[in-house]
């Protein structure tokens, strides 16, 4: 087994990959954050949420965006984010298969922030055919939540007829 010569990261890891020196690509994403100008990134988001708000109350929608929630804390923190920003938030939770109760508590917290929360629940029958087949064919049994966590916020936006824009 490899491991990142960096930060010890092993090669079990989803999604992990290696340069040639065998530096993970979470070590090299982390490093090009220096490369970033954070005051380009800033006025880019401050363009956005202008677009989100103008293009919301357009429409008469009750939302300027949709943030796709796990739970965890870069979900807390993009919804604080907007609401910082006076964004009107859904926060929109594709369910995964086995739900701790610490992941419970947080997504709770999340609609607590003062969002409303829509959580997804996909066909279990269906997922679990189409877990044990990706299992079975690419070596991960959680290629469906993969896919949910993208798709289901953009269904929801489509289904609420949002324009929709990727950050």
Not at 41 to 55: G, L, P, Y
Not at 114 to 140: M, S
Request: hydrophobic letters at 40%; a negative charge.
């Amino acid at each position: 087994m490899r491991y990142c010569t960096h930060c010890l990261y092993p090669e079990t890891k989803p999604d992990l990959t290696f340069d040639d020196e065998g530096k993970c690509s979470a070590c090299l994403a982390f490093e090009a954050r220096e490369a970033i100008d954070w005051d380009a990134r800033a006025s880019d988001f401050k363009r956005i949420i202008t677009w989100a708000k103008v293009n919301s109350r357009m429409r008469g929608s009750a939302y300027d965006c949709i943030v796709p929630v796990s739970g965890g804390k870069d979900s807390h923190h993009q919804v604080l984010i907007a609401l910082e920003n006076d964004l009107k938030v859904l926060a929109v939770t594709a369910e995964t298969d086995h739900l701790s109760e610490i992941g419970r508590r947080n997504l709770d917290n999340i609609a607590r922030l003062g969002v409303d929360h829509i959580e997804v629940k996909t066909n279990p029958v269906i997922r679990l055919r189409i877990n044990r087949f990706t299992l079975e064919t690419i070596g991960d049994i959680s290629w469906a939540e993969h896919i949910t966590i993208f798709s289901i916020p953009v269904q929801a936006a489509m289904m609420l007829r949002m324009r929709v824009t990727m950050l």
